[in-house]
């Protein structure tokens, strides 16, 4: 089973940026559907941003549009959420996901962890004031 190993997570100063990454340990990840998460304590688990296999489809949460964006990079079977103009709300556990693409027909498909099949363990985003 692909697993995936979230990195790039740390502690920025409101206003900064970040790349976080996910990187996933074989090939089967290249023909999977891609998401990002996220989760800070005493919350539920929020939908960021998804991705297609093949990159054609893209989405981010209607509230982080214009500051989070996902790609993939297919060589190198990753696949990154820059984040930029941190708020201090962005502070959060950071988890990717990714499952085959056979539920993944629509926006909505991509919002619903159910969807996915294996799930990283996460990066903390820690974000000063």
């Known amino acids: 089973q692909v697993q995936l190993v979230e990195s790039g997570g740390g502690l920025v100063q409101a206003g900064g940026s970040l790349r976080l990454s996910c990187a996933a340990s074989d090939r089967t990840f290249s023909r999977y559907a891609a998401g990002w998460f996220r989760q800070a304590p005493a919350t539920e688990r929020e939908f960021v941003a998804g991705?297609?296999?093949?990159?054609?489809?893209?989405y981010v949460a209607d509230s982080l549009k214009g500051r989070f964006f996902i790609s993939r990079d297919i060589d190198r079977n990753t696949v990154y959420l820059r984040i930029n103009s941190l708020h201090p709300e962005d502070a959060a556990v950071y988890r990717c996901a990714a499952g085959p693409m056979e539920p993944f027909d629509d926006r909505g498909a991509y919002t619903r962890a159910a969807n996915y099949a294996v799930w990283g363990q996460g990066t903390q985003v820690t974000v000063s004031s």
């Open positions: 991705m297609s296999w093949d990159g054609t489809s893209a």
